[in-house]
């Protein structure tokens, strides 16, 4: 389990987490939700230090990070060990073939071989689809092929916990889907992970719990049938102006 507690958060004076206190459990999802500048990115990347906050603490059975006090190298090497981000724009190297940017890091950073590398990656591109394309390069492939490349890139780390930021943000409908299906199954298979989406229908369907943040504050933290069906006034709101805008995409 991924527990934070009293992560606070400024940018440029402004608050941006507010002494906000969660913990995400081993082996199943947590979805971030909130409305847009909510801090929803700001906490997910603070799990894994691409962003740190003033103070407050991470920890995992084994690992224990507070960012108040100065970080070692290699506590921090440890905690990046654990977690694997994938982006909503994708951040693949566009010089690298798609077998090399699966397995660059596996195999520079945790020392893998490279042969066994190379045919765990084949495996997890046949898992989703995209057996064959190891030759290819990012530009040769779609916006979903590349989303679902970051996410077998995310999985050769073998990390504890996969962290995605509004992974399918940048796509369109069709290609969201597809992308979709592969995060549901890896939800089925029990892998660990903390979702940042837009997505409600997503979100009721895959997640075993919610956490709803606005300015910076955890306004509901718990159980995503609770969430959904018995919402209180300021999230029966958001999900009614999120449907709204649903809608509006669908006429255009």
Known sequence: MISAKHINKQYEGKTVLDDISVDFPDGKTTVILGPSGSGKSTLLRSLDMLVRPESGTVSFPDLEIDYSKPISKKDSFNLRRKTSMVFQNWNLFPNLTVLDNITTAPITVLKRSKSDTELLTKQLLKEVGLEGLEDRYPSQLSGGQQQRISICRALAMHPEY?????????????????????????????????????????????????????????????????FFCHPTQRIEDFLSGISLNEEKDSIK
């Open 162 to 226: 996969i962290l995605l930021d509004e992974p399918t943000s940048a796509l369109d409908p069709e290609l969201e889907t597809q992308v979709l299906r592969i995060l549901e199954k890896l939800c089925e298979q029990g892998q660990s992970m903390v979702i940042v989406t837009h997505n409600m229908e997503f979100a009721r369907l895959v997640s075993d719990k919610i956490v709803f943040i606005e300015d910076g504050k955890k306004l509901y933290d718990g159980a995503t049938k609770d």
